[in-house]
């Protein structure tokens, strides 16, 4: 991956052979000079060429400049112009003159199309964005071509016959190749404005907002949602809300999702559960005349305060994993019913913090997520021990004691690989590098001392590419569907309807047996960097003899295999500070930066009888996580059903309540008065 400061010299060249090129179209304009005319013209295609394929990001830095795509086609051509009208005699204005004003008409036209492209997509622009919900009666379409939405890429498709018609009549003096050019460039235009204008006809535009807020409720009313959950964020925090998909889809009663990110609803992954996008805060109060009682929050946002103001539903926190970080005891949590986590150390954290949550209002869960995670069975059983490093990642604190990748993670996997008996798999989060570049930095260095390691380490592959293959695309058939590069909401709407029923029971089996598949693809002794949506981090964890981590939630995931696991302490702070500040860590081996102790790890991993801290895991298992019975996601869904009917008893009085505050009726008091006399 190049770095910020590598792109700099490639954007420079690129801005200065642009630059370069208009300059010699001008000079061989003015001249006039054909050869330098027919060269700069072709340097200037071909730069804007590369611009749209590669360097995308310095289009927008152009458009700021004021040198958008249109003043710099619009300059291309008007130089050719200033050169035809300069190759000859005077009298050459009269025969170009027609030239010219076929060329103005078809630049009238590419603003017609933008205007149409722009009333196009505000049509298709709906108050609410769906998955996995039959949303045809809101007249949904496939999108128009991506050319047609994009102005760029569509003048210089359009507008190339008549530039390059233009530099042939340069070339060879005859005026008929202009204009051949610019009437296939007027051709195209009058195509594509024909094409916006048909989709604007009223029966070809998908619904307005009243009738689509109409379909919204009937739609409520008719699948009556009970549990909800509620996630907001930006584009890499999705997995917030991925994790918490499959506890939802297994509760009882009628879930949904609800979103606030029109670009959110195509990150959430595969799932049964029906998803609402709801934009505008109009649009999500609707919800209060629904019939749903709960709403799960992953995370916390900007936006959850608005839907904290519907008053008939309740509310409970969930997070998205048990740490010791201080963003699990968030004073915001106090805004909600209920908080819930996995065991009573989260309920003592809460205590110790003194941010606002009652105690009362702490419901201990367990992670239903964790049901995947297989316990351990003693000693490696293979050939090699396999240690799984995940660290975490730099955090918006600048802590430097939050990831081990800065200080500590190159000394780690070199003290890994540098034992023959270890194979190591290496899990980086997604957020590495996106606050700290020396994480970032550290990360690609990491991965290429293991690409190192494995080229030492060359063995046979097994027999097992095929079946990964199958098993792929039969995983990818249930959980993608096919929906075209260029397919907007509106389409993928139409496209990602209601599933099939059985869906989720197949994709389940299908994972399962990928997930088989992949390990048994890989060699034995190769390390591994997993980076990927798959296999999953649980799937890892069934892989893993020993993990070492950082000070997060994962680290009280993997107690549920009851494995040994290693912390890395690049705080500053001594051991024993470190453990009593971190009670995740009371029973890990505490690694040093410098790698200190990753030898006893091993031995502790490969005979069990000197694991002197297997009693502290089991204990701080109970702790963390609660206890093993009854399981996480019977208690996950008997909190559920207590909170939604919590939820029915506060409408049903509030509704009493408003029934009492409202007036009698004018015309009731005449009839009264006569009654009583």
């Not at 770095?3 to 690129?14: G, K, W």
């Not at 060329?103 to 709906?126: G, K, M, N, P």
């Not at 990110?261 to 996008?277: N, S």
């Amino acid at each position: 991956m190049p770095t910020p400061l590598s792109r700099i010299p490639v954007r420079a060249l690129v801005t200065a052979l642009l630059a370069a090129a208009f300059c010699g179209q001008a000079v061989a304009a003015l001249r006039p000079h054909v050869p330098l005319l027919l060269a700069a013209t072709v340097v200037s295609l071909a730069v804007e060429g590369v611009l749209y394929r590669w360097h995308r990001g310095m289009l927008s830095a152009f458009a700021k400049s004021h040198a958008d795509v249109t003043v710099r086609h619009v300059l291309r051509d008007l130089l050719l112009v200033v050169a035809l009208l300069r190759l000859g005699e005077q009298q050459r204005e009269t025969v170009y003159t027609p030239l010219v004003a076929g060329l103005l008409a078809f630049y009238a036209l590419h603003c017609a199309i933008q205007a149409a492209s722009v009333l196009v997509r505000r049509t298709r622009t709906l108050p609410v964005v769906t998955r996995n919900i039959d949303a045809c009666a809101l007249r949904l379409s496939p999108a128009p071509p991506v050319l047609l939405r994009r102005p760029g890429h569509r003048l210089l498709v359009f507008g190339l016959p008549a530039t390059a018609g233009l530099l042939a009549t340069a070339a060879t003096d005859d005026p008929r190749a202009a204009a051949l050019g610019i009437a296939l460039s007027l051709g195209l235009a009058l195509l594509g404005l024909y094409d916006l204008l048909v989709r604007l006809l009223p029966s070809r535009r998908p619904a307005g907002e009243r009738e689509t807020l109409a379909w919204l409720d009937a739609w409520l009313a008719e699948y009556r949602p009970t549990v909800g959950l509620y996630f907001s964020g930006g584009a890499s925090s999705a997995y917030q809300a991925n994790m918490w998909l499959e506890p939802l889809a297994r509760l009882d009663g009628r879930p949904l999702i609800v979103l606030r990110e029109r670009f959110m609803v195509q990150r959430i992954a595969p799932t049964d559960v029906p998803i609402l996008c709801l934009p505008k805060v109009s649009t999500l109060m609707r919800l209060e005349e629904s019939s749903l009682q709960v709403l799960i929050h992953p995370s916390n946002s900007g936006k959850t305060s608005q839907v904290l103001r519907i008053p008939t539903l309740k509310h409970t926190f969930v997070n998205h994993g048990e740490s010791d970080k201080l963003s699990s005891c968030n004073p915001y949590a106090k805004a909600y019913d209920e908080v819930w986590v996995a065991g009573p150390a989260a309920r003592e954290r809460y205590a110790l913090a003194e941010v606002g949550v009652e105690d009362k209002d702490v419901v201990e869960i367990g992670r239903p997520q964790l049901d995947a995670v297989r316990p351990s069975k003693g000693a490696p059983a293979g050939a090699c021990t396999t240690v799984l490093y995940a660290p975490t990642w730099e955090g918006w604190d600048g802590n430097p004691g939050n990831t081990s990748v800065i200080d500590a993670g190159e000394n780690l996997v070199r003290a890994l690989l540098a034992d023959p008996g270890v194979r190591l798999l290496y899990k980086p989060h997604p957020l590495t590098g996106s606050v700290d570049p020396r994480a970032g930095a550290a990360d690609l260095r990491i991965r290429e001392l293991i690409r190192a390691a494995n080229r030492e380490r060359a063995g046979e592959r097994p027999n097992g590419a095929e079946e990964l293959g199958l098993r792929t695309r039969e995983l990818d058939r249930l959980t993608t569907t096919a929906v075209r590069a260029g397919a907007d909401p509106v389409e993928r709407m139409l496209v990602q309807a209601a599933p099939e029923p059985g869906r989720a029971e197949a994709v389940a089996a299908a994972t399962a047996a990928w997930e088989r598949a992949y390990w048994a693809s890989l060699p034995e002794r190769e390390h591994q960097i997993v980076t990927a949506p798959r296999p999953t981090l649980y799937s890892c964890f069934n892989q893993a003899d020993v993990l070492v981590s950082d000070v997060s939630s994962v680290i009280s995931d993997f107690l549920a295999s009851g494995k040994p696991y290693a912390v890395a302490n690049t705080s500053g702070l001594s051991e024993d500070v470190f453990r009593k500040a971190f009670p995740t860590v009371r029973a890990a081996t505490v690694l040093t930066p410098d790698a200190a102790g990753v030898a006893d790890l091993l031995e502790a991993v490969r005979h069990p009888g000197k694991d002197e801290l297997a009693e502290e895991r089991a204990e701080l298992k109970r702790h963390l996580l609660g206890p093993d019975e009854p399981a996480s996601q019977v208690r996950f869904n008997e909190a559920v059903q207590a909170l939604c009917s919590a939820a029915r008893e506060h409408r049903a009085r509030r509704e009493e309540r408003l029934a009492a505050e409202i007036p009698e009726q004018r015309g009731a008091a005449p009839a009264t008065a006569a009654s009583e006399r």
